[in-house]
């Protein structure tokens, strides 16, 4: 996926395979975008594969994609609404959630998907101060950082 331009906002989205190594025109996100976070999920009732998309600077709005209930055409719908503006950095939590972080707020939300919904919730942990453009991975309990040190 690809919604970001040199500063311009744009509807286009992108496939890439890693297989062949090429990338081929996604369907168009229904709102164009800039710097805009996206993750692939599944969902916990059907195990149907749901790309999110969305936020950004100026944004609270997700959008989903659902690739395998119809994967000859697949069409952009309206998904969960975030409460804050900005969250952009994502990372999986597992193949069923997406952990958000940054924006306005110090906030961290996970985002799960049931029967082709996608809901979120706020987390009890929360970042110290609040990110902008926010880019976010796990580190597993199993990485001893203290063995650095």
Same mark, same amino acid.
């Given at each position: 996926?690809?919604?970001?331009?040199?500063?311009?906002?744009?509807?286009?989205?992108? %496939?890439?395979?890693?297989?062949?190594?090429?990338? !081929?025109?996604?369907?168009?996100?229904?709102? +164009?975008?800039?710097? $805009?976070? #996206?993750?692939?999920?599944?969902?916990?009732? !059907?195990?149907?594969?749901? =790309? *999110?998309?969305?936020?950004? $600077?100026? &944004?609270?709005?997700? +959008?989903?994609?659902?690739?395998? /209930?119809?994967?000859?055409?697949?069409?952009?719908? =309206?998904?969960?609404?975030?409460?804050?503006?900005?969250?952009?950095?994502?990372?999986?939590?597992?193949?069923?959630?997406?952990?958000?972080?940054?924006?306005?707020?110090?906030?961290?939300? /996970?985002? &799960? #998907? %049931? &029967?082709?919904? #996608?809901?979120?919730?706020?987390? +009890?942990?929360? *970042?110290? &101060? !609040?990110?902008? @453009?926010?880019? @976010?991975?796990?580190?597993?309990?199993? %990485?001893?950082? #203290?063995?650095?040190?």
């Amino acid at each position: 996926m690809n919604g970001q331009g040199v500063y311009a906002t744009q509807k286009k989205t992108y %496939f890439y395979s890693a297989d062949s190594g090429n990338w !081929t025109n996604g369907p168009d996100l229904l709102k +164009e975008r800039d710097a $805009f976070a #996206c993750g692939t999920i599944k969902d916990i009732d !059907t195990g149907f594969r749901i =790309v *999110l998309a969305g936020a950004g $600077f100026e &944004s609270m709005n997700v +959008e989903q994609l659902n690739l395998d /209930q119809n994967p000859t055409d697949p069409t952009w719908t =309206v998904g969960p609404g975030l409460p804050v503006k900005g969250a952009d950095g994502v990372v999986t939590k597992d193949a069923t959630s997406l952990i958000v972080v940054g924006g306005e707020n110090t906030n961290i939300y /996970q985002i &799960s #998907c %049931f &029967s082709n919904k #996608c809901h979120y919730k706020t987390l +009890e942990q929360k *970042l110290k &101060s !609040t990110r902008n @453009a926010a880019v @976010a991975l796990l580190i597993p309990d199993s %990485f001893d950082m #203290c063995w650095y040190l």
